[in-house]
């Protein structure tokens, strides 16, 4: 991955014409380019003699202290993480990079992390948005990044049960080519899929674009395994059961600082014979909302199932190539359907009807969405590039309050941010009882774009909060989000995540800072 | 409900002629009566002083001494509680039944509670089998039943994200007529529907007959309020999101020992217009058990799927009313549609074209089965009557694991009770990666029928443990299996509970000796 972009640093490039002009013409341009990556100041490495007793765990090769090998582990990809790392500031950097290749490793990796007091920042892609890779480091001894990219094995398939155990360091790719070698998939896919791992899924309860069919990651799980302080910790032995509090939901969501995930099994599917995706147009983001809850609440949802509202549909944000091409007004829906032909058909002809009846205008398949869809966080960075901040935000909530809150938060944005600000939206993940709300933003940067976003997040989290929806449907909490989930969950729920963090990781080696208000 | 036995006492009888001849060829039989309620021997009441505090907060109607009021909260109804209260055995009584009305009653009687170290059993429908209502009583001042029968509201209902919020004291029934008003559902109706409560569902983690369709209660629960020591606990915002760990996962199996719930936000569906059962035959339970994991693979599940073994079926237990009638050999399986005609037509067919396929025999559409299934558990009674031990336990596993824990289970049984013992088995739960095993057995009663049955009971716990299953789909741990829940779940498992537990409860009023390892 790029040090200060997203994605593949060959796919990095500048705006297409037409973006720019659209740019140009509503926010305004400036060249702001990034420092050189060598002048980047880092943390200061790890003392010789850490560094030896890690390699005295892992490999003398599986201790990197290199500055290229830190400033790629450097907190997130965050619009404030890449602000950061452009400017110059690589101070969150780890102090050195460990490679455990076994679960074994990784718990004398935290016994030694317990005795020496060192912060461990659990790493799989590195993909966070919300700060889940920026360790407190004040009152530690150093801060090491606990990189999983050797725990990369399909370690079991279970063809009758139709589950399989990945390692966490599997990213998104990598683990649909094993199963698929088995005629599997997971059918995971977040835009962050490309580069986002196994574990990451787990801890931070991703969410991808095919939802809607395949399920969130964490209703994908059945099984996990856990290196903690207090020792190791195997749970899942059936798809659900009684046995007292659902200790799997503990740990998904746990970010790192509960333990560090070695092994996770998850419900598998049968690779799709079929794919196939349309696209439809709706006269208002509320029409196009009140379809999504029909289908979720008559039990035909399609596997993929996005719609943007106006703002989203008029820039084309949907299909990140075709930015500022015509986008025919109204509001965008993709729908996907994957499976057997059969399946496919009988789902298509019932959301075919459903959509149709409740005002829908069909406007045939549309392969090319699912194509370019990786490609959309380049665009934030082309678009850093030229002085334009550019970030996301989402939520969830029941659907009677889903357009109080899509108001709110748009108007505490706006505000914030001020005139010329654009606020676009779509609706990714639906269920019987509520929906996810993704905001991209776009404003021209201020002198300080960091301040300038963090004051104008503030503003939309407390709307969010205020109006009683989640501070986060699939970003998780990182350190960026603590304050916010304090107010969702209350001081009692607090009072449960610290008990759990004492009682787990009592010395708070565990990715200190993130997470537990 | 009856003092020593399941439900109405107007329903209670004797065996029916065929069954008894049945039971009396198999097993043999002998008159074993219960002793007269009046000479039951309870627990102290509680002293007047503490209990003149009760009647300050929740006032004196609803503080109750009598011996009928304490009987009928002493226990739950598992055989062996049934056992010792036919023998005179009402040492687990409480020493005062409370009725709170409000939140904040609650919340006092448990900051009383903690003041006065006075044990606190929160009291729905009474109706555990795992000694969810026994709370231990060394150390305390008292032991008082927190009856919740006040909580009878429907408090609000959100037809646009098909949700409602109820009391917890709400029974099954109680709480189908308030929402069939507003024409909805929750579509949850497990054997113990007719006296199990609302709160005491979400606590236990409650799987009903029609889980097929409209999943397990935790997957219809979508917000929780709680009563804790440490103050009010309001969790739900949403469908699901990432916001850390789901603190709802951890009330949900709670038992009554982090808090006491006053309000459950749960999915509810709109009633449905039509219900159709079927029977189907299969030559073998291995046979069905394929074709209900192929169902559940598919994604094509109906809203009931039952399946009894050879045994079972042959008893015919499937259907209380009949039992001891003909049931045709093979492996009967009842298989249940509910919704819109539209929706059963193309359910009902993609299903029993997969059956068929499968090498299923439709036996035709079966309207005995659903009206005579809760009287399942006074057929438990009558047997205990005349001599016979019957009892149930019930477990869940991946499906590449079932037969081996059916094997094992069945097993463990019948060593453990000899020549001459009844087990019988059913699948009623399936998911996707698995399913669970419902298990009934009947013996004849030794000399000490309860130690003969914790007998049995603990060789086929160890089973499911040994085998990798859990110790319970749906009937929760209560304080039968906590030894299991603590092989279940690892000593770092317990740890977790326990942090919780001191967290919460710091004083441990809250169900003593319940749940936590």
């Not at 102090?95 to 920042?121: F, K, M, N, Q, S």
């Not at 990213?171 to 574990?199: K, V």
């Not at 549309?366 to 901040?389: A, C, I, K, Q, T």
């Not at 654009?422 to 201020?446: D, M, R």
Request: aromatic share 6%; with cysteine; net charge negative.
């Amino acid at each position: 991955m790029h040090w200060s972009r997203w994605g593949d640093p060959a796919e990095a490039g500048p705006l297409s014409e037409s973006a720019f002009a659209l740019v140009d013409a509503f926010i305004g341009t400036a060249d702001t380019p990034a420092v050189d990556p060598a002048s980047v100041r880092l943390s200061a490495v790890l003392g010789q003699e850490l560094l030896d007793e890690l390699a005295g765990i892992v490999g003398v090769e599986h201790v990197l202290t290199d500055h290229d090998s830190r400033l790629h582990r450097t907190r997130g990809k965050s619009t404030p993480d890449m602000l950061k790392l452009r400017a110059g500031d690589g101070s969150d950097s780890p102090d050195a990079v460990v490679r455990p290749g076994t679960h074994d490793e990784v718990a004398a990796l935290i016994a030694w992390a317990v005795e020496r007091h060192v912060a461990v920042v659990p790493f799989g892609g590195g993909t966070s948005v919300v700060g889940g890779l920026v360790a407190r480091r004040e009152g530690y001894a150093g801060v090491v990044s606990l990189d999983l990219v050797r725990f990369d094995k399909l370690l079991a398939v279970d063809t009758d049960s139709m589950t399989a155990t990945l390692e966490p360091g599997l990213r998104g790719p990598a683990a649909e080519a094993l199963l698929a070698e088995h005629g599997l998939t997971l059918g995971h896919f977040p835009q962050s899929f490309e580069y986002a791992s196994i574990g990451g899924f787990a801890v931070t309860r991703s969410s991808g674009q095919s939802s809607a069919g395949y399920g969130r990651f964490d209703s994908l799980v059945v099984g996990l395994r856990v290196a903690t302080p207090q020792g190791g910790l195997v749970l899942g032995n059936s798809p659900a059961n009684a046995a007292g509090p659902d200790l799997r939901e503990v740990v998904m969501g746990s970010e790192g600082a509960f333990g560090v995930v070695t092994a996770v099994t998850v419900r598998v599917r049968r690779l799709p014979a079929v794919k196939v995706y349309e696209s439809w147009r709706w006269d208002s983001f509320a029409g196009g909302a009140t379809a999504m809850r029909t289908l979720a609440q008559a039990g035909v949802l399609p596997t993929v199932l996005r719609l943007s509202d106006e703002n989203e549909t008029q820039i084309n944000l949907a299909k990140p190539a075709e930015v500022g091409g015509d986008s025919g007004g109204g509001c965008l829906m993709i729908t996907g359907f994957e499976g057997t032909q059969e399946a496919v058909d009988a789902k298509r002809a019932a959301v075919t009807a459903l959509l149709t009846g409740l005002g829908g205008a069909g406007l045939g398949e549309d392969e090319g969405w699912s194509s370019g869809r990786f490609h959309g966080p380049y665009l934030r960075d082309s678009l850093l590039d030229v002085g334009v901040l550019v970030e996301t935000l989402e939520t969830v909530t029941f659907w009677s309050n889903l357009h109080r809150v899509y108001d709110a938060v748009k108007s505490a944005l706006t505000s914030a941010l001020g005139e010329g600000t654009l606020v676009l939206c779509h609706i990714s993940h639906v269920y019987e009882t509520g929906a996810s709300l993704y905001f991209t933003v776009a404003a021209k940067q201020a002198d300080d774009p960091i301040a300038q976003w963090m004051g104008a997040k503030a503003a939309a989290s407390d709307a969010i909060i205020d109006n009683g929806a989640s501070i986060t449907h699939h970003h998780a909490v990182g350190q960026d989000h603590k304050p916010w989930l304090a107010r969702e969950i209350g001081p009692v729920g607090v009072q449960m995540l610290r008990a759990l963090k004492q009682e787990l990781d009592p010395s708070g080696v565990l990715n200190p800072g993130v997470l537990i208000p």
